[in-house]
């Protein structure tokens, strides 16, 4: 079993930055490909960021150049880095962990841990 916890969210104004932290328990964060999503109002899940090994990354269009995934392995913890937010940046922010084989970046269905998600509002 693992359990993820995200942290860092909150209300920040057009511009700002924030830096959200997953927290992973069960086994070290190591040894699974993480990713970031993200749920707005009224949208369905949408993809963040993923990371593989502490080197390979990878990025949705709309995020590549602002956001930026990292990860601490000693500390079991994945960051999202998210600088020049606007008002299209809020959401819920969720961290997930996979281990499967024929795991896919971009696609959440081949996720298999999830944390409970982490409020970012971008005001005007």
Not at 16 to 39: E, H, I, K, P
Not at 47 to 67: L, P
């Amino acid at each position: 079993q693992v359990q993820l916890v995200e942290s860092g969210g909150g209300l920040v104004q057009a511009g700002d930055s924030l830096r959200l932290s997953c927290a992973a328990s069960g086994r070290s964060s190591s040894t699974y490909s993480m990713g970031w999503f993200r749920q707005a109002p009224g949208k369905e899940r949408e993809f963040v960021a993923a990371i593989r090994s502490s080197v390979t990354t990878w990025y949705a269009d709309s995020m590549k150049g602002r956001f930026a995934i990292s990860r601490d392995n000693a500390k079991d913890t994945v960051y999202l880095q998210m600088n020049s937010l606007t008002p299209e940046d809020t959401a819920v922010y969720y961290c997930a962990a996979a281990y499967r084989s024929g795991w896919s970046p971009s696609r959440w269905p081949t996720y298999d841990y999830w944390g409970q998600g982490t409020q970012v509002t971008v005001s005007s």
